[in-house]
């Protein structure tokens, strides 16, 4: 492989885990790097079968339920509700995630059996969040699909062609990937809908919390974690031998265990496989007894346990940084188009998919803001806003803003009575004021509250899955 293509693959899959996110034990944390390669299917296994279910599952048959898709396959290794995942599902991706650490972080890859396990779990919960958006009737279309690529594109300095090219270059196969890239947008208007919708923040929370903001400053923190949960209505006794694993956990690294190795090996968290890797995060976004542990290490230093709702974690500071507290601000553009009731709502929704073809096909931002956009303060400038502080668009606005590389554009989004189609120009980190102090910490609590809810989220409906692993060997001690 050449030079040139391992700082692409690692672009692309840092852009694809940075859509919005979930639980402090796993995202923004979140890294869904799971492209896809070809690999052989193993032979198949004539063991019985075991399943996993909460007895409260409305979910859970009496007996295995046929699977929906099960029509010429080689084996089928797992069923999740009235879906199935196959032997050669799992190969191809575990193919490509042993391919990805081998690129990111070869200390990072465990064992071969529990690798397959630690995948198997992975697509699992995958498996469980795309039926439930099925349910949801979450679509992405063709014109949403193909602004995300050309966004991932733009952020590798490429034209879309260029990126299909290059991955194929690499033996990437370009349906896997964007129908993997699709699934993970699904995945994350599901979380958007079921966990971020019902995250509302109360002035008086904000004002509390803007007053510790104070005292945190600007400090932030590169962590790795292992994530030992917790059963659903844990007993006493089932607690008691969660946190003494992960106390038997940490004292290996302390004995010098590598953490990216052990992160693979045991961790439930959904970055287990980067070796645990959470990235840089804000203190404010954190839970009060994390950051707290955290103030208290230096660099390389593991943290003690600390208890979370749904397991225990332990993390491995890689580095802080205490800065003069900042703000991001978005340099922006939109497109607005007035959107009413019935036709008119057609009407817009129709127009804004035009407005996305033309600019997948080459057409200048400002150029439709000027004949389209029907904004009368930015349409004659092109759309350009200005630089946007927190606090000063709707939310749903601002944390599209926020997500986007610069350069990118949105897909379509419904606000009030209008569709907006937003582009980032830019971003850069200014100084808080006093007068922007609430809306900073408006942000960073809606943060720590989305994190905290999505990991109970996922915690939850995982347990109410009927989930039946039928190969032994990818079972875990709890299955």
């Known amino acids: 492989m050449s030079c040139k293509r391992r700082p692409l693959i690692i672009a692309l899959g840092l852009l694809l885990g940075t859509l919005p996110v979930a639980g402090w034990a796993s995202t923004p944390f979140l890294n869904r790097d799971t492209l896809l390669a070809q690999r052989p299917a193993p032979a198949a296994s004539s063991a019985p079968a075991t399943h996993t279910y909460s007895e409260n599952s409305t979910l859970a048959p009496m007996t295995a339920p046929m699977p929906s898709?099960?029509?010429?396959?080689?084996?089928?290794?797992?069923?999740?509700?009235?879906?199935?995942?196959?032997?050669?599902?799992?190969?191809?991706?575990?193919?490509?995630?042993?391919?990805?650490?081998?690129?990111?972080?070869?200390?990072?890859?465990?064992?071969?059996?529990?690798?397959?396990?630690?995948?198997?779990?992975?697509?699992?919960?995958?498996?469980?969040?795309?039926?439930?958006?099925?349910?949801?009737?979450?679509?992405?279309?063709?014109?949403?699909?193909?602004?995300?690529?050309?966004?991932?594109?733009?952020?590798?300095?490429?034209?879309?062609?260029?990126?299909?090219?290059?991955?194929?270059?690499q033996g990437q196969s370009w349906e896997s990937f964007t129908n993997d890239l699709k699934d993970r947008i699904i995945v994350d208007r599901l979380m958007q809908q079921e966990v971020e919708s019902h995250v509302h923040v109360g002035p008086d929370e904000v004002k509390t919390f803007a007053h510790q903001l104070k005292q945190m400053g600007g400090v932030s923190f590169n962590l790795q974690q292992i994530f030992i949960p917790l059963p659903n209505n844990p007993t006493p006794n089932a607690i008691s031998a969660a946190r003494q694993q992960a106390a038997e956990v940490r004292n290996h690294l302390i004995a010098g265990e590598d953490f990216s190795r052990l992160a693979a090996q045991v961790s439930s968290g959904r970055d287990a496989l980067q070796g645990g890797r959470i990235g840089w995060v804000k203190a404010g976004e954190l839970p009060a007894s994390v950051s707290q542990s955290l103030m208290s290490l230096k660099t390389g230093d593991i943290s003690p346990v600390i208890a979370g709702p749904t397991g225990f974690h332990i993390f491995k500071l890689l580095d802080k940084k205490d800065e003069q507290p900042t703000i991001t601000e978005v340099k922006a553009a939109a497109i607005v188009l007035r959107a009413g009731s019935g036709l008119q709502l057609q009407e817009a929704e129709a127009r804004a998919q035009d407005i996305q073809t033309a600019l997948q096909n080459g057409s200048r931002f400002s150029e439709l803001a000027r004949n389209y956009s029907q904004d009368p303060n930015t349409a004659a400038k092109g759309g350009e806003m200005g630089w946007i502080t927190p606090g000063q668009l709707p939310d749903t606005l601002e944390r599209t803003l926020l997500t986007l590389q610069p350069g990118a554009v949105s897909s379509p989004i419904r606000e009030g009575d209008a569709i907006y189609i937003l582009q980032s120009q830019g971003q850069r980190q200014q100084p808080v004021e006093e007068k922007q102090i609430m809306a900073a910490a408006r942000m960073q609590l809606f943060n720590r509250i989305v994190r905290e809810r999505m990991e109970e989220w996922q915690h939850r409906i995982r347990d109410s899955a009927y989930v039946e692993i039928l190969e032994p060997s990818l079972r875990g001690s709890d299955a």
């Open 69 to 169: 898709n099960a029509v010429n396959l080689d084996k089928i290794v797992a069923i999740v509700n009235d879906n199935i995942i196959t032997s050669m599902q799992l190969e191809q991706r575990v193919s490509a995630v042993s391919a990805h650490l081998q690129q990111s972080d070869p200390n990072a890859i465990p064992s071969e059996d529990i690798l397959r396990r630690q995948v198997l779990q992975q697509m699992i919960l995958q498996d469980i969040e795309l039926q439930m958006a099925q349910r949801a009737n979450i679509k992405v279309d063709k014109g949403m699909l193909d602004q995300a690529v050309n966004n991932l594109a733009q952020a590798n300095h490429m034209t879309a062609d260029q990126l299909r090219e290059a991955l194929t270059s």
